[in-house]
């Protein structure tokens, strides 16, 4: 089955304890993204990859790093995690930036106390 | 760079009755044009885009959204709505130059929380 998994799919953690949330899909796709969903907000794109080892910021990248070292897997990592960063997190993938569909995981609940 | 207004932030309606979910984006030379819908504790799921030609797309589930480039608007509309229906709807919007810096990048709306009612 084509899907985006990630996990965890909750997380409740601490201020500083660094943590990285796995992203993986399974259709070849070329363009990965970061999402986190806030309520009133809409979906901000953190960061984002055309392909492999080619990434780059989104609307809101303080606080996270990601890295794309194959093309089926883009990890967020928060190397200090604060509690602003208690948010609901997508992963996303598509064939290519632009005009493909962009394919949603089923999203990650972190709280940062 | 783009940004994309829906009018509304929750639009109660009753079962059977028709819906319209509103959607504005910042003006640009070309865009392509989406709306997703996400049901409750679920990823964002695809329900209609518009790329190119007719300006009158149609999505899964009974939806529609008409383009209009000199509103530019890209409003969603059901007919009759179901207790199914009940979800949050996000339009989104693409810059389709490629080349350009933001090229691919997808901007969302604050979403619109439809909720059906018996």
């Known amino acids: 089955e084509a899907q985006v998994t990630q996990n965890p799919r909750y997380l409740i953690t601490v201020t500083g304890k660094k943590l990285t949330v796995t992203c993986s899909q399974n259709?070849?796709?070329?363009?990965m993204s970061w999402y986190r969903q806030d309520p009133g907000l809409g979906l901000r794109q953190i960061y984002y990859s055309m392909n492999v080892e080619v990434t780059d910021k989104g609307d809101v990248p303080e606080g996270y790093k990601v890295s794309r070292k194959e093309k089926r897997n883009f990890p967020l990592i928060l190397e200090s995690p604060s509690p602003n960063q208690t948010s609901l997190y997508f992963c996303?993938?598509?064939?290519?930036?632009?005009?493909?569909?962009?394919?949603f995981g089923p999203g990650t609940r972190l709280t940062v106390l | 760079a783009q940004s994309v207004t829906q009018l509304d932030s929750q639009v109660p309606v009753f079962e059977e009755a028709p819906v319209e979910l509103r959607c504005n984006y910042s003006?640009?030379?070309?865009?392509?044009l989406f709306w997703y819908v996400q049901y409750p504790n679920q990823g964002l799921q695809l329900l209609l885009k518009y790329l190119s030609g007719s300006t009158l797309v149609k999505g899964i589930n009974g939806f529609e959204a008409e383009f209009n480039k000199s509103q530019t608007s890209f409003h969603l509309r059901k007919p009759s709505v179901h207790i199914s229906d009940t979800a949050e709807y996000f339009c989104?919007?693409?810059?389709?130059?490629?080349?350009?810096?933001?090229?691919?990048?997808?901007?969302f709306g604050q979403g619109t929380i439809l909720t059906v009612h018996p």
């Open positions: 259709m070849n796709h070329e363009y």
């Open positions: 996303a993938s598509s064939f290519s930036s632009g005009i493909g569909e962009q394919f």
């Open positions: 003006s640009s030379v070309s865009v392509y």
């Open positions: 989104a919007v693409s810059d389709s130059l490629a080349g350009g810096t933001s090229y691919g990048k997808l901007t």
